[in-house]
């Protein structure tokens, strides 16, 4: 059975950092990032494939970093100077799979 499993979230304040991590049971390519807040869509925030080349979502450039561990099946998601509206549900994706998410709220 395929598994994803995002862990990192909490509560932060502005301008602060967290790491977000997604362990899944097999390496997804690409391993995609996701949030969402009540009443919107959710969002794409960044991808990562295999070989570690990355794409962000522009609201997220130069401040979210995503990597990937491909030994421990794991992917990251760092993010720094963190805003009030970057605060979400955050989930990990790979093909038709999703994590339940973990919540991230940074408070002004």
């Known amino acids: 059975q395929v598994q994803i499993k995002e862990s990192g979230g909490g509560l932060v304040q502005t301008g602060g950092s967290l790491r977000l991590s997604c362990t899944t049971s097999i390496n997804f390519s690409p391993t995609n990032w996701y949030r969402q807040t009540p009443g919107k869509q959710r969002e794409l925030v960044g991808s990562?494939?295999?070989?570690?080349?990355?794409k962000y979502a522009d609201s997220v450039k130069g401040r979210f970093t995503i990597s990937r561990d491909n030994a421990k099946n794991t992917v990251y998601l760092q993010m720094d100077s963190l805003k009030p509206e970057d605060t979400a549900v955050y989930y990990c994706n790979g093909c038709t799979y999703w994590g339940q998410g973990t919540q991230v709220t940074v408070s002004s």
């Open positions: 990562i494939i295999r070989t570690g080349d990355t």
